[in-house]
């Protein structure tokens, strides 16, 4: 008997321990931050093979060549496109690791307000900060998911025009690089439809490839704007109830403090009759 009681309170004991440690998971921030690491991840990774894609459809079916040195050209731009990227990739990376850990001190400290974590004005500073912080990325990320569906809309007219070439015959439709701003407008790059160059590269894997990576680097950056969102919620929240709880401890300070000093005066009062009858 006592052998099945022990059995059964340690099965408790795991159970409530288990119950605790999931009832404080800051399951909101957890949410966001693997929203954002998979759109981060997606962004970066498909951008970065896009702008490779890039690269080969303008050398291989453009001629565009690359200018020597450090002039100012398409593959320059791209260069910084793909540092921005490895940017981008690094600092979320440690911006989603600041949030996660934030939202498990602030989910600490809502749970126990006098026990490790204990509500401070540097934590609720930290909180506001972080949530500007949010609210700017927010804004970067709005303006990447613009940025990009530039491209996704020129590959989208290209792969357009290589899908209905065939159903309109006699039609001499080019696709000039000067009107992209791939090329000074003195460089004539342009392939049109009747020719080999145009039907090659129609038929290659690499347009196709990179218009469904640049399809897939939106959807990361949408995700991105997603976790954002997400994140700027779970914030807002969590600094609203560090705000009440501050309040909430200060009521129960002043509160003890007052019940301590009618305790005292009750108790010298006491004292002074006990002296006043002997």
């Given at each position: 008997?006592?052998?099945?009681?022990?059995?059964?309170?340690?099965?408790?004991?795991?159970?409530?321990?288990?119950?605790?440690?999931?009832?404080?998971?800051?399951?909101?921030?957890?949410?966001?931050?693997?929203?954002?690491?998979?759109?981060?991840?997606?962004?970066?990774?498909?951008?970065?093979?896009?702008?490779?894609?890039?690269?080969?459809?303008?050398?291989?079916?453009?001629?565009?060549?690359?200018?020597?040195?450090?002039?100012?050209?398409?593959?320059?731009?791209?260069?910084?496109?793909?540092?921005?990227?490895?940017?981008?990739?690094?600092?979320?990376?440690?911006?989603?690791?600041?949030?996660?850990?934030?939202?498990?001190?602030?989910?600490?400290?809502?749970?126990?307000?006098?026990?490790?974590?204990?509500?401070?004005?540097?934590?609720?500073?930290?909180?506001?900060?972080?949530?500007?912080?949010?609210?700017?990325?927010?804004?970067?990320?709005?303006?990447?998911?613009?940025?990009?569906?530039?491209?996704?809309?020129?590959?989208?007219?290209?792969?357009?025009?290589?899908?209905?070439?065939?159903?309109?015959?006699?039609?001499?439709?080019?696709?000039?690089?000067?009107?992209?701003?791939?090329?000074?407008?003195?460089?004539?790059?342009?392939?049109?439809?009747?020719?080999?160059?145009?039907?090659?590269?129609?038929?290659?894997?690499?347009?196709?490839?990179t218009f469904h990576l640049f399809v897939?680097?939106?959807?990361?950056?949408?995700?991105?704007?997603?976790?954002?969102?997400?994140?700027?919620?779970?914030?807002?929240?969590?600094?609203?109830?560090?705000?009440?709880?501050?309040?909430?401890?200060?009521?129960?300070?002043?509160?003890?403090?007052?019940?301590?000093?009618?305790?005292?005066?009750?108790?010298?009062?006491?004292?002074?009759?006990?002296?006043?009858?002997?």
């Amino acid at each position: 008997m006592e052998e099945n009681m022990d059995e059964s309170q340690s099965q408790k004991g795991c159970k409530e321990c288990c119950e605790r440690c999931v009832g404080s998971l800051p399951w909101a921030s957890l949410i966001a931050t693997v929203l954002l690491y998979m759109g981060v991840a997606l962004f970066c990774g498909c951008g970065h093979e896009a702008l490779s894609g890039t690269v080969t459809i303008l050398q291989n079916y453009f001629e565009v060549i690359r200018a020597p040195g450090d002039t100012l050209d398409v593959f320059f731009i791209i260069d910084i496109l793909k540092y921005i990227i490895y940017g981008l990739a690094a600092g979320f990376f440690v911006f989603g690791v600041l949030l996660l850990v934030e939202g498990f001190f602030t989910t600490g400290a809502i749970r126990d307000l006098y026990g490790e974590f204990k509500i401070t004005a540097c934590g609720r500073c930290l909180t506001a900060f972080l949530m500007f912080l949010a609210y700017l990325f927010f804004l970067v990320w709005l303006g990447v998911t613009a940025f990009t569906s530039l491209p996704v809309f020129m590959y989208f007219n290209v792969w357009s025009m290589c899908k209905n070439t065939s159903l309109v015959e006699g039609a001499n439709l080019c696709l000039d690089l000067r009107q992209f701003g791939a090329v000074t407008i003195a460089e004539e790059r342009k392939v049109c439809t009747g020719s080999e160059k145009f039907f090659k590269m129609c038929e290659s894997n690499e347009l196709d490839l990179t218009f469904h990576l640049f399809v897939c680097a939106l959807a990361g950056a949408g995700a991105a704007v997603i976790a954002m969102v997400h994140f700027l919620m779970a914030l807002a929240a969590n600094w609203g109830y560090l705000k009440d709880t501050s309040r909430m401890q200060k009521y129960e300070d002043i509160k003890s403090k007052e019940e301590q000093e009618l305790h005292d005066i009750h108790s010298t009062r006491s004292k002074e009759r006990l002296n006043a009858y002997t």
